[in-house]
């Protein structure tokens, strides 16, 4: 064997051969691909597997079935060693602007499907994997494809709907057929026939995109596989040995090979996919020296049918595993292959298809998780496991109870291996079904898990053997061995249900503290599985046993949601045919950035090209809630290879060590006292990312534990911990005389969680200091390049004409990189002006996530007062936020959320009062729409109350208390151009709302344990912030000789299409195409003191500002065009230059006349407000809790659509992002302030999978707004609280299920965000009446909620 041993990696990127011998085991292939060649296209987004922002595709020869096989992979946890003898391909590999774009690239992008465009690589390379392995797939593959992609702009929507048009489905409609045989209508345009938009008629231009401009796809174009690898089996028979500093990679290439490695190295990890290994390397800072690769060991991964049943090889992946069951299933009887059919169904619920690539059977087991999905499957039947060792050979075991000896501890001893799995083939009187529940069905990892395994005599429906297993109910896959023995014997019937019950009831305890929380929930699941189980196997048992016999109705607890059809429909201005084909203005073109977000050349932050002597900061942050420092000691990371420097408040001048926005309440570095986890405390510098991480984990720091540790809201009314008590405080007329007179009061409370930015690209900086006068270029992620400067020049003792702060663009920004930017900038630059090197930082997502806060929680008392039509008398209302440790904008965020408690109702007489909450959490900031979607839903939450209190639908108590034109807010502004009700009603008939109702009602007497429900929810935001001196924005318009145009202005493109809108704005004005106008990014340097992009207002300010700018050179060049009328621009521009006019301009604005004052409560708070309405109908699962959203209708009010394309996306990304608030996205803490929440594997955004079935969208028509650029409006928060329109379809269903089950259906409080876990345990019933809420104070709760 010694002749074949290789040291040496080799491996191909994008067709070329890649040979290195310098190569590290610790690299992952995304740092490979990003640190060494500069293929910046793979993003980093995560680093565990979680948002498939690194996608690639990997490619193999698979020498047994001679064919090509190409998988999607995770590059953030692939490590760069098992890429040996294997190709990849980057987005960069298949198309690019110089070239030509790849048919995957050109869609998504004209299909509007980018944004921010940090997640479009990933999504690229996903669906360009799914075609190379199958050039014509359906809709189901598109849907199971994108599993492990997130994007957190787009909503998804556009994606698939550009994605589409590769399809089967697509191709048949085409060509006027469809699938099933039934005729189509015969036009291209298919579902989307503007004939079949919701029984209107529309004009067949208005399309967003002409899917006839699409590049034809063919598949027989694409780049070869590497002809090498297919030739020659020769880096297969390689046994790989790779010695890096700390570890040692070993792949072996037969058994003997692997036992005997170990048997030398038993503490050697064996590695396959690293979907597990590579998640505790990075996250848990495990070091496993020795690696063995075993894939390439045929006894290792072949799959193979024997008479104990499949034969699965340990390191087999799941994809392989899955499709080798699929053809078992089709080639074998049905019985024989039940559990064959378990394991398939749930290996579509577990993770994404880049995990199931590469992630094995064996591996799953052997990790012994106690959430495992396979493991409960396994264990109910008792799968045979085959265990191999050097000295001892071979053994086989049981998968049973006795497998795991402790918390993922087995019998398998140290120099053991897992070979293979036995899977058994069952007969017709074995039944095996299996459940899991988590919070978002696709892509995440269980709450409880569930298989049960039953056997009957034969042809009866006695018991002859039973066994259930259960993953989430301990630390480890537990089994009931009571139900086992019990239920011997028994017939399969309600009262046996009620005994297994009982029995597992008994063999399932849970601790209320233990790990994981939910225990109600989690109690419940275990009955509420086992039961679907029952119903399942109770319908099986009804085809051949006569006294079985199975309402319909039940039949609705075994079916899982019906699979979604995906339709949509987008209706908005098209522009007259008379507009100049030259004006782009109201056009839907696409992002001026979508070529290259597809194509991977958009550049973001941490993709700048690195600096000569470049180095790396590692933030060293507070890991207490509340503690006093007692000692820093760096020395240990400072003695470490590659360490420069510890870079601390010991580098600032004495008193520069504050900062804070608004409020200089926040300190760069602290080194007394921390109150939060996540405070900076400093960093360390050293010549790379890997060794600066490494080091800053060995910075050692001694606390001593300060009290108390504040962390709810109710922790903080208790401490009375407030920044200001109350901060605000409004009055309109007198709220006391109208609860005495008012037919009814009511009181309520809600609670709303907060929410994580989740921007797909984390906090980035470079600084690079300059050689001369102290100037420096901080190249930042950030919204507020000013602001940045500013108090960069502040701390550093710098004048703001020496930094130039760049930025331009961001991969999302969602106004956690206003303020939250800076606090990573300075340690930075402060290392950088120390060192005198440029430094780079980008946050890893789990610091990210840690340091930066997020959206504020609330706490919200109301008391309402009311006729007994429902019309709101009056209210009041107080509000509690939890800030976080420091003020950040916290008290912006309470006036702004205080002004939009009426929602968009009438509340002529008010008393409201917030509280800022001070705890010991990361300082809450800005979140798109700041704070008003909080206050919103505590409206709405008020409304649904009264409804319930007067028996009333709570569509008619809006209606009646809609906003009309002319009323005036509690806060004295008149509304003027109030289109609320005008978008109320064209919602309601477009979703045909008294229709549904009518079939909702149906469905939920036909159905027993799956509701559905409807909402309509209106939205009325206000844009402006009632503080005069940020209303302003500057634009510098530069037009050179060729006639070419460069823009600069002062907002910061993040994805909403900002420079897109500019660039129109200036076309329309200049009367020339986009073509010849070009911005390149934000520049402290090019347009000085500019507002930050926040508050949606980017486009209303700089648009303004631009026009002005562009105005002033349509002035100067006036005389050439009257001159020569015939002329061309370019004549014009270049007779002006030389007759030495000006071709350069700014433009200013700032002359907004509006402004309001507190003390008074006089003046206009906002410049104009933004309408909409959205209706939803959704389906629960009463069971389980589970949801699926089928249909969504929205209308807007954006006046005169500057974009319709990029408003219609933005309508969409926020509607995503409020379900993501208010159904999805839960933060969870420990009492002591720890986020167990700090990554995508336990923060669950909406992924593809939540795409309403239908969702269509609508720009009203026939609008104006005389109060910003050409008529148009600002959009970018507003549509985002109408995803609580699924909270409230919800509730609905919820209110469904509990009149069903005899509890009052109004009885009971939905907050947000309203997880599975609370709709299950509002859908009370008979499982969960048998579990009793623990008493507190006997028990430390795993979590707390923060609201
Ligand atoms: C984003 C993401 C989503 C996930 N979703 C799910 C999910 O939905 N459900 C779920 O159950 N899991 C999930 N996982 C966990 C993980 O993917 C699975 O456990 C997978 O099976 C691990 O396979 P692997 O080959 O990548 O493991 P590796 O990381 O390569 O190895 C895992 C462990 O198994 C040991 N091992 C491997 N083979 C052997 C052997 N033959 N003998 C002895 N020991 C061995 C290794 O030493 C190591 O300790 C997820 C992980 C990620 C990152
Ligand atoms: S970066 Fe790899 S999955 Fe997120
Ligand atoms: S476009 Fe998908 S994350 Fe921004």
Avoid at 1225 to 1241: F, H
Wanted: charged share 20%.
């Amino acid at each position: 064997m010694e002749e074949f041993q290789s040291s040496v990696l080799v491996f191909f990127v994008n067709g070329k051969k890649i040979v290195d011998n310098e190569v590290d085991p610790e690299w992952t292939l995304l740092f490979y691909l990003r640190n060494k060649f500069r293929l910046c296209g793979t993003k980093l987004g995560c680093g565990e597997g979680g948002c498939g922002a690194c996608t690639v595709m990997l490619s193999k020869y698979d020498r047994i079935n001679k064919k090509i096989i190409h998988l999607p992979i995770n590059a953030c946890l692939a490590p760069v060693c098992g890429m040996h003898g294997l190709a990849v391909t980057t987005v960069e590999g298949i198309g690019s602007t110089r070239t030509k774009l790849h048919p995957v690239q050109e869609r998504i992008a004209k299909s509007h499907g980018t944004q921010c465009g940090f997640c479009t690589p990933g999504i690229v390379m996903s669906m360009y994997t799914l075609l190379r392995n199958s050039p014509k797939p359906r809709m189901k593959d598109l849907e199971v494809t994108f599993q492990g992609n997130l994007c957190r702009c787009t909503g998804y929507r556009p994606i698939m709907e550009g994605y589409k048009t590769f399809t089967e489905e697509w191709e048949l409609i085409q060509n006027g057929n469809r699938l099933n045989g039934e005729q189509g209508n015969g036009c291209g345009m298919g579902d989307k026939c503007c004939k079949l938009q919701n029984g209107t008629t529309k004009d067949p231009e208005e399309v967003l995109f002409n899917r006839n401009e699409f590049t034809p796809y063919d598949s027989s174009q694409e780049p070869i596989f590497p002809p090498e690898l297919k030739i020659s089996d020769q880096y297969d028979k390689q046994y790989l040995v790779i010695k890096g500093k700390t570890v040692t990679w070993f792949r072996p290439v037969n058994l003997e090979q692997l036992l005997q490695l170990k048997k030398q190295f038993p503490d050697a990890k064996l590695v396959v996919g690293n979907t597990e290994v590579g998640v505790e390397v990075k996250f848990k800072q495990m070091v496993y020296s020795v690696i063995i690769q075993p894939v390439l060991i045929p006894e290792m991964v072949a799959i193979t049918n024997t008479e104990k049943g499949v034969r699965i090889g340990a390191s087999a992946a799941f994809a392989n595993i899955e499709s080798y069951l699929k053809n078992e299933i089709n080639r074998l009887p049905e019985e024989k292959t039940r559990i064959f059919k378990s394991v398939i169904d749930m290996l579509n619920w577990f993770a994404g298809k880049q995990i199931r690539s590469v992630g094995a059977l064996g591996s799953n087991i052997m990790t012994g998780s106690p959430i495992s999905d396979m493991l409960p499957i396994l264990m109910a039947n008792e799968v045979t496991l085959e265990l191999q060792s050097r000295d001892n050979g071979k053994r086989e075991v049981l998968l049973d109870g006795n497998f795991f000896t402790g918390y993922r501890t087995t019998i398998v001893k140290p120099e053991e291996i897992l070979s293979a799995i036995y899977i058994p083939y069952t007969n017709s009187d074995r039944y095996c079904y299996a459940y899991k529940q988590a919070k978002r069905r696709e892509d995440d990892i269980a709450i409880v898990n569930a298989a049960v395994n039953v056997t009957f005599e034969p042809k009866t429906d006695i018991i002859f053997d039973i066994n259930v297993a259960f993953g989430g109910m301990s630390y480890k896959t537990v089994t009931s061995p009571k139900a086992r023995s019990q239920l011997k014997g028994l017939p399969w019937n309600r009262h046996t249900l009620e005994l297994a019950f009982t029995h597992l009831q008994e063999d399932l305890p849970l601790d209320p503290g233990a790990p994981g929380g939910m225990y109600l929930y989690r109690k419940s699941l275990t009955l509420s599985l086992f039961f679907k189980a029952f119903l399942a196997i109770s319908a099986d048992l009804e085809k051949y046993i006569p006294h079985i016999k199975i309402d319909k109705r039940e039949l609705s607890g075994i079916t899982s949601f019906e699979s979604k059809e995906y339709k949509s429909a987008q209706y908005f201005t098209v522009v007259p045919n008379t507009q100049e084909k030259s004006d782009a203005l109201q056009r839907p073109i696409i992002h001026k950035s979508a070529y290259k977000h597809a194509t991977g050349e958009a550049i973001y932050c941490d993709d700048i090209p690195f600096f000569e002597n470049e180095l790396y900061l590692f933030l060293v942050t507070s890991t207490k809630s509340h503690a006093k420092i007692l000692s820093i000691d760096p020395s240990e990371a400072l003695a470490m290879e590659g360490v420069l420097y510890f870079v601390s408040d010991k580098d600032l001048d004495e008193g520069n060590n504050v900062m804070g926005y608004m409020h200089h309440d926040e300190k760069i570095f602290y080194t007394d006292i921390v109150t939060s986890q996540g405070q900076v405390i400093g960093g360390i510098v050293a010549t790379d990312q890997l060794t600066a991480r490494k080091a800053a984990r060995k910075v050692k720091i001694e606390y001593e534990d300060r009290h108390p540790v504040i962390v709810t809201i109710a922790d903080a009314i208790k401490h009375n911990s407030y920044f200001k008590n109350p901060d605000i405080v409004i009055v309109k007329g007198d709220v006391e005389k109208v609860f005495d007179e008012a037919p009814h009061v009511l009181e309520g409370e809600c609670h709303i969680g907060g929410q994580e930015h989740f921007y797909l690209e984390t906090q980035a900086v470079v600084a690079v200091p300059k050689k001369e006068d102290q100037e420096m270029d901080i190249y930042s992620a950030t919204q507020a390049p000013t602001q940045l400067a500013e108090i960069l020049a502040q701390v550093l003792g710098i004048q703001q004409n020496k930094i130039a702060v760049k930025t331009k663009r961001l991969g999302g920004g969602f106004g956690g990189k206003e303020t939250k930017s800076i606090i990573v900038a300075l340690p930075v630059a402060i290392a950088a002006v120390k060192l005198n090197r440029p430094v780079r930082c980008m946050l890893d997502r789990d610091e990210d996530i840690v340091i930066t806060g997020g959206r504020h929680p609330f706490y919200i008392k109301y008391k309402i007062a009311f006729n007994n039509e429902g019309k709101i008398l009056g209210a009041s209302g107080q509000f509690y936020s939890n800030c976080g440790y420091s003020l950040d904008l916290s008290p912006l965020v309470l006036e702004h959320a205080i002004t939009h408690f009426q929602n968009s109702y009438n509340i002529p007489v008010v008393r409201l009062e917030g509280y800022t909450c001070k705890t010991n959490l990361p300082s809450n900031t800005a979140f798109r729409g700041f704070g008003c979607p909080q206050a919103m839903f505590a409206a709405e939450t008020m409304l649904q109350h009264i409804a319930d209190y007067l028996n009333k639908d709570p569509v008619t108590l809006s209606e009646l208390n809609l906003y009309k034109e002319g009323d005036v807010t509690f806060y004295n502004q008149k509304l003027t151009n109030c289109t609320i009700d005008k978008c109320w009603n064209e919602c309601i008939q477009s979703f045909k709302y008294f229709e549904k109702r009518k079939g909702v009602d149906n469905f939920n007497r036909e159905n027993r344990y799956k509701k559905r429900g409807l909402s309509v929810i209106p939205t009325t935001y206000g844009i402006g912030f009632p503080l005069p001196f940020l209303y302003q924005a500057g634009a510098l318009v530069l037009v050179y000789t060729d006639g070419s145009v460069l823009l600069h202005h002062g907002g910061v493109e993040m994805g909403q299409g900002l420079q897109t809108k500019m660039i129109q704005v200036a076309s329309r004005c200049l009367e020339i195409p986009i073509e010849k106008i070009h911005t390149v990014d934000v520049s402290t340097d090019k347009v000085p003191n500019t507002t930050a992009t926040v508050a949606s207002l980017s486009s209303d300010l700089n648009g303004v500002a631009v026009l002005r700018a562009c105005n002033t050179i349509k002035e100067r060049l006036q005389p050439y065009k009257e001159a020569n009328p015939k002329g061309t621009w370019e004549e014009w521009v270049k007779k002006a230059y030389f007759d030495r006019v000006s071709l350069s301009s700014t433009g200013y604005y700032g002359d907004s006349d509006f402004g309001y004052n507190w003390e008074t409560g006089e003046g206009q708070m906002y410049n104009y407000f933004t309408y909409g309405v959205a209706c939803c109908e959704v389906e629960i699962d009463t069971l389980t809790g589970d949801h699926q959203v089928h249909s969504v209708e929205i209308v807007m009010d954006l006046g005169e659509s500057l974009n319709p394309a990029i408003d219609v996306g933005q309508i969409e990304g926020g509607f995503m992002q409020g379900y993501g608030l208010f159904v999805l996205e839960e933060l969870v803490y420990s009492p002591s302030g720890t986020n167990y929440t700090r990554g995508p594997g336990s923060y669950k955004l909406p992924g593809f999978g939540n795409i309403p079935g239908e969702f269509n969208v609508s720009l009203l028509k026939g609008v104006s707004n005389p109060r910003a650029v050409y008529s148009s409006k600002a959009v970018g928060e507003p549509p985002l609280f109408l995803g609580s329109s699924i909270v409230f379809a919800i509730k609905d269903a919820i209110k469904a299920a509990r009149k069903k089950n005899g509890y009052d259906p109004g009885d009971f409080r939905l907050d947000s965000p309203a997880t599975s876990a609370k709709i299950r345990m509002a859908c009370q019933d008979n499982i969960t009446a048998k579990f009793k809420e623990p008493e507190p104070g006997t028990f430390t709760p795993w979590n707390v909620l923060v609201e």
